[in-house]
T-cell receptor, first 116, second 112 residues
Framework: GAVVSQHPSWVICKSGTSVKIECRSL??????MFWYRQFPKQSLMLMAT?????????EQGVEKDKFLINHASLTLSTLTVTSAHPEDSSFYIC????????????FGPGTRLTVT | GESVGLHLPTLSVQEGDNSIINCAYS??????FIWYKQESGKGPQFIID?????DKRQGQRVTVLLNKTVKHLSLQIAATQPGDSAVYFC???????????FGQGTTLQVKP
C-alpha cells in the first residue's frame, strides 16, 4: 500500500487561532486526496475532496471558509482550520488516491486537534 | 439517504476463536466495499475489499462475504489474536470517485 504521512500528529491551540495540518503522499503522486473528521468513538465523516491544481469540493454541511484546503502539489495537501473553536476538536485523517485508482484510498495516521 | 451501518457495536471473543463482524448498507447501487481496521489513535488500515460482482473474497486469516440480496457485508477473522483488537469499519464506494462512506464501527475485543 501507499505511504501517507500527516503533520503534526497532534496539536493543541487556543480558541480563535488557526491551525494547519499537512498530508503528504510519500511514494506516489496523488491527484486526489480526501479529508475526514472523526469524533471520539464515532465513525469517519468525509469533509472534502482535495484536487491538485483546482478548488476543493466540500461535503454538505462543511464550511469551506472555515476549513481551507490547498492541494498545491501532487504530494501535499493542507487543511487549515480557521478561527478554531472547542467543537472543532477532533481527529483529522487524510486519505490519498493514486492516479487512476478510483476505488479506494490509503489513509494517513491522523492528526489529533484539541482546541482549548 | 445513503448509509452504511453495523449490527454490533462491540464484539468480545476468546483468543483463537473466529470472529464475525457484520455490516448493512442501504445503497443498492454500491459496487465496491472495503473493510478497515483502526487501532486507537491511528488511521484506518486496509484489510480487504470486495466488488459487487463477487460473493466472497479471502485474504490471510480474513474473509469478506457480500450478500447483495439483503445488502449485507461481513468480515470473518479466523483464529482471532490479541493483535486483532481494534475498531473495524466497513466502507462503501458507489460513486467511482474514491469517496468512502463509513459504517459506525465495531469494537473487537480479544480476551487472552
Amino acid at each position: 500500500g501507499a505511504v501517507v504521512s500527516q503533520h503534526p500528529s497532534w496539536v493543541i491551540c487556543k480558541s480563535g487561532t488557526s491551525v494547519k495540518i499537512e498530508c503528504r503522499s510519500l511514494d506516489f503522486q496523488a491527484t486526489t486526496m480526501f479529508w475526514y473528521r472523526q469524533f471520539p468513538k464515532q465513525s469517519l465523516m468525509l469533509m472534502a475532496t482535495s484536487n491538485e491544481g483546482s478548488k476543493a469540493t466540500y461535503e454538505q454541511g462543511v464550511e469551506k471558509d472555515k476549513f481551507l484546503i490547498n492541494h498545491a502539489s501532487l504530494t501535499l495537501s493542507t487543511l487549515t482550520v480557521t478561527s478554531a473553536h472547542p467543537e472543532d476538536s477532533s481527529f483529522y485523517i487524510c486519505s490519498v488516491l493514486p492516479g487512476g485508482n478510483k476505488r479506494g484510498g490509503f489513509f494517513g495516521p491522523g492528526t489529533r486537534l484539541t482546541v482549548t | 439517504g445513503e448509509s452504511v451501518g453495523l449490527h454490533l457495536p462491540t464484539l468480545s471473543v476468546q483468543e483463537g476463536d473466529n470472529s464475525i463482524i457484520n455490516c448493512a448498507y442501504s445503497n443498492s447501487a454500491s459496487d465496491y466495499f472495503i473493510w478497515y481496521k483502526q487501532e486507537s489513535g491511528k488511521g484506518p488500515q486496509f484489510i480487504i475489499d470486495i466488488r459487487s460482482n463477487m460473493d466472497k473474497r479471502q485474504g490471510q486469516r480474513v474473509t469478506v462475504l457480500l450478500n447483495k440480496t439483503v445488502k449485507h457485508l461481513s468480515l470473518q477473522i479466523a483464529a482471532t489474536q490479541p493483535g486483532d483488537s481494534a475498531v473495524y469499519f466497513c466502507a462503501e464506494n458507489g460513486s467511482n470517485t474514491g469517496k468512502l462512506i463509513f459504517g459506525q464501527g465495531t469494537t473487537l475485543q480479544v480476551k487472552p
